[in-house]
Nanobody
């Protein structure tokens, strides 16, 4: 599967942004989808993930209550709605896909995801 992330940009602190990740292929509903981010000089970190049919989601503590992941399997797209943005949310955001089962201990792990998008830059100004 090929992934294309979009929707990044410059936003003021407290603002909102919605990222999209479009996937190619007919089997999008077979994939657990994750969002990760990487700030300058830091390691790529888990943001959140959603199960194959959207019944389960899981978020990093740093974004819980502010970010929401959803998916539209008919459109082969997963979304990341980001509200109450903070300067520390500034990063390149990546979407990722994995065919493995939804198991919470592994959902936040980068190494379980087989496919990655190219990333989209989000900059939050103070």
């Amino acid at each position: 599967v090929q992934l294309q992330a979009s929707g990044g940009g410059l936003v003021q602190a407290g603002g909102s942004l919605r990222l999209s990740c479009a996937a190619s292929g007919r089997t999008f509903s077979l994939y657990t989808m994750g969002w990760f981010r990487q700030a300058p000089g830091k390691e790529r970190e888990f943001v959140g993930a959603i199960s194959r049919y959207g019944g389960s989601t899981h978020y990093a503590d740093s974004v819980k209550g502010r970010f929401t992941i959803s998916r539209d399997n008919a459109k082969n797209t997963v979304y990341l709605q980001m509200n109450s943005l903070k300067p520390e949310d500034t990063a390149v955001y990546y979407c990722a896909a994995d065919k493995g089962p939804w198991t919470l201990p592994t959902v936040p792990r980068r190494d379980r995801y087989d496919y990655w998008g190219q990333g989209t830059l989000v900059t939050v100004s103070s």
